[in-house]
């Protein structure tokens, strides 16, 4: 099992750009990780997934501004968000999953507005 603690939300004005963190309680090795985000009245959806040495897969609606990385020596995912737009204003999770265990993070608040 791991733990999985976000940092980083902030208010940002449009075009600005902000750096999550997701640190985990434990090795993240053999995890997918992934980043995931949650706006008022919708449903949860896949930002990025990443697996260890393999490729990252994004959503089309943040492919180009959008960077997910991981350090597996550090046990922390990150998620490096540049040109945000309103419509990235979100609740940010991070989910590690293992064969069929899944945990997610209680999640950190990104707002984009002028």
């Known amino acids: 099992q791991v733990q999985l603690v976000e940092s980083g939300g902030d208010l940002v004005q449009p075009g600005g750009s902000l750096r999550l963190s997701c640190a985990a309680s434990g090795s993240i090795r053999l995890y997918v990780m992934g980043w995931y985000r949650q706006a008022p009245g919708k449903q949860r959806e896949l930002v990025a997934d990443?697996?260890?040495?393999?490729?990252?897969i994004y959503a089309d609606s943040v492919k180009g501004r959008f960077t997910a990385s991981r350090d597996n020596a550090k046990n922390t995912l990150y998620l490096q968000m540049n040109s945000l737009k309103p419509e990235d204003t979100a609740v940010y999770y991070c989910?590690?999953?293992?064969?069929?265990?899944?945990?997610w993070g209680q999640g950190t608040q990104v707002t984009v507005s002028s």
């Open positions: 990443i697996t260890s040495g393999g490729p990252t």
């Open positions: 989910k590690a999953t293992h064969w069929f265990n899944s945990y």
